[in-house]
């Protein structure tokens, strides 16, 4: 038996069912986020590897991305994330912006990684942010976006927490503990591998990165503190925007949400299902990413969701709709290779009405075209043998009602559309 070529590892096929996912789930973002007031815009699937390599982490550069080198020599990536390169597009065009800019976006992404269930090489990422200014409020309104989302989806806040920290509220406690410079990015690294690693590993990691037993259980003490957020008065108007925007069912704080990225500056959220903790989406506050690229600094939040485990919660809560095939209205049969042309003709003709319309694609017995209708959920089938082209009509077979009628040919088009509209009202 001849081997079917495999697809790449890690990538997806999307038949018509899955696709119909994809665009319900890009379509209700569109909406979330216009909504909001958000643009959609858009960057290169291709960048530049020194793009992530001074702020997205030695993780996602040396292990995650997928490098190549093209003829020129420079070290290329498949993009593997789009805050980057925002900050790089807006770095361009800075002074040419009217700021706040309020941006969303929905495309592929590329990651070196172990293919599993809810994670895969490509993948597809809504990305929103609101780029200039800078206070708890703001963070707060890309929560409720967020929020809004859920509740769109008809996710609700027993099915999902948007899980909330800020680093500068954890940089502070940190330096109170002794924790400070390099250390304190390594804490960053550690709390965000807790869930990750065995407590024994977890220890064994901190031990291993400079961490006294002292610090390590400091840093155990204040990821067990739910009431540490009060120690901020920033994160206490955030609270206080969140209820104002109506979404405080959907917000806890939890002091171990950190982000894995290093160019996080405060705020930082994931959004989590609460029956298994899988994570749906994360970001954050980066104040000094476009200043890094090349741009004057400019405050900046935002967060990214994966279309991959976001789909796997969706279902697993019944939030997709049920796909429906797109159905055409009418299948044109060819009766034979001389009058293919006139079933042609005759499909034209119902196209310029604004009807779906199938010709079949050559001539082939009867019962066989109505079998196809039958599976492509196609109602009507019309018929034009050599006795309805020698009179001038078509017959229209009713395959639901079994039913037949016989219509000029010259009118068909327009008669169909009647009988149509007519069926549609009943």
Same mark, same amino acid.
């Given at each position: 038996m001849k081997a079917t070529i495999q697809s790449v590892k890690?990538?997806? #096929? %999307?038949? *018509?069912?899955?696709?119909?996912?994809?665009?319900?789930?890009?379509?209700?973002?569109? &909406?979330?986020s216009e909504s909001f007031g958000y643009q959609e815009y858009d960057a290169p699937f291709l960048e530049r590897i020194d793009l992530y390599a001074a702020k997205s982490g030695?993780?996602?550069?040396? &292990?995650?991305?997928?490098? %190549?080198? #093209?003829?020129?020599?420079?070290?290329?990536?498949?993009? *593997?994330?789009?805050?980057? +390169?925002?900050?790089?597009?807006?770095?361009?065009?800075? $002074?040419?912006? =009217?700021?706040?800019?309020?941006?969303?976006? %929905?495309? *592929?992404f590329w990651r070196y990684e172990r293919p599993q269930k809810g994670r895969t090489r490509e993948f597809f990422q809504w990305n929103i942010d609101l780029i200039g200014p800078n206070s708890p409020e703001v963070d707060a309104e890309l929560v409720a976006v967020c929020a809004a989302f859920f509740q769109k989806v008809g996710l609700t806040p027993k099915q999902v927490k948007i899980l909330v920290n800020n680093r500068e509220l954890m940089d502070e406690e940190l330096a109170k503990l002794g924790i400070q410079n390099e250390l304190k990015k390594s804490t960053f690294h550690l709390i965000d591998r807790k869930d990750k690693l065995s407590p024994q590993a977890w220890e064994a990691y901190a031990a291993e990165a400079g961490f006294s037993s002292l610090q390590f259980q400091g840093v155990k003490n204040l990821l067990t503190d739910p009431d540490l957020w009060q120690h901020s008065d920033a994160f206490i108007? %955030?609270?206080? =925007?969140? /209820? +104002?925007?109506?979404?405080?069912d959907y917000v806890q704080? #939890?002091?171990?949400?950190?982000? /894995?990225?290093?160019?996080?500056?405060?705020?930082?959220?994931?959004?989590? #299902?609460?029956?298994?903790?899988?994570?749906?989406?994360?970001?954050?506050?980066? $104040? $000094?990413?476009?200043?890094?690229? /090349?741009?004057? *600094?400019?405050? =900046?939040?935002?967060?990214?969701?994966?279309?991959?485990?976001?789909?796997?919660?969706?279902?697993?809560?019944?939030?997709?709709?049920?796909?429906v095939p797109v159905k055409a209205a009418v299948l044109v049969t060819v009766f034979d290779e001389g009058l293919l042309n006139g079933s042609l003709s005759l499909s034209a003709d119902l196209h310029q009405a604004g009807i779906q319309v199938i010709c079949y694609p050559e001539a082939a017995k009867l019962p066989k075209q109505l079998k196809f209708a039958d599976r492509m959920g196609i109602r009507y089938a019309v018929i034009m043998g050599p006795d309805e082209a020698a009179n001038g009509v078509v017959t229209v077979k009713d395959l639901a009602a079994r039913t037949q009628t016989t219509v000029e040919r010259s009118t068909f088009a327009e008669h169909f559309k009647k009988m149509l509209a007519q069926a549609n009202a009943l």
């Amino acid at each position: 038996m001849k081997a079917t070529i495999q697809s790449v590892k890690g990538t997806r #096929d %999307f038949y *018509p069912e899955d696709m119909a996912v994809r665009s319900w789930l890009y379509q209700v973002i569109r &909406e979330v986020s216009e909504s909001f007031g958000y643009q959609e815009y858009d960057a290169p699937f291709l960048e530049r590897i020194d793009l992530y390599a001074a702020k997205s982490g030695e993780e996602l550069v040396k &292990e995650q991305a997928f490098v %190549f080198q #093209d003829r020129s020599g420079d070290l290329i990536t498949l993009r *593997p994330e789009l805050t980057p +390169s925002l900050a790089r597009i807006v770095a361009q065009r800075q $002074n040419e912006l =009217a700021f706040p800019l309020r941006w969303w976006s %929905f495309g *592929p992404f590329w990651r070196y990684e172990r293919p599993q269930k809810g994670r895969t090489r490509e993948f597809f990422q809504w990305n929103i942010d609101l780029i200039g200014p800078n206070s708890p409020e703001v963070d707060a309104e890309l929560v409720a976006v967020c929020a809004a989302f859920f509740q769109k989806v008809g996710l609700t806040p027993k099915q999902v927490k948007i899980l909330v920290n800020n680093r500068e509220l954890m940089d502070e406690e940190l330096a109170k503990l002794g924790i400070q410079n390099e250390l304190k990015k390594s804490t960053f690294h550690l709390i965000d591998r807790k869930d990750k690693l065995s407590p024994q590993a977890w220890e064994a990691y901190a031990a291993e990165a400079g961490f006294s037993s002292l610090q390590f259980q400091g840093v155990k003490n204040l990821l067990t503190d739910p009431d540490l957020w009060q120690h901020s008065d920033a994160f206490i108007r %955030f609270f206080k =925007a969140v /209820g +104002s925007l109506g979404v405080a069912d959907y917000v806890q704080f #939890d002091p171990q949400i950190i982000r /894995g990225l290093d160019y996080y500056t405060g705020t930082v959220f994931e959004a989590k #299902d609460l029956d298994g903790g899988r994570s749906l989406l994360g970001g954050g506050r980066y $104040n $000094n990413l476009v200043s890094d690229v /090349g741009g004057d *600094p400019l405050p =900046a939040v935002g967060f990214a969701m994966g279309d991959v485990m976001a789909t796997l919660v969706l279902q697993k809560y019944g939030c997709i709709p049920d796909y429906v095939p797109v159905k055409a209205a009418v299948l044109v049969t060819v009766f034979d290779e001389g009058l293919l042309n006139g079933s042609l003709s005759l499909s034209a003709d119902l196209h310029q009405a604004g009807i779906q319309v199938i010709c079949y694609p050559e001539a082939a017995k009867l019962p066989k075209q109505l079998k196809f209708a039958d599976r492509m959920g196609i109602r009507y089938a019309v018929i034009m043998g050599p006795d309805e082209a020698a009179n001038g009509v078509v017959t229209v077979k009713d395959l639901a009602a079994r039913t037949q009628t016989t219509v000029e040919r010259s009118t068909f088009a327009e008669h169909f559309k009647k009988m149509l509209a007519q069926a549609n009202a009943l």
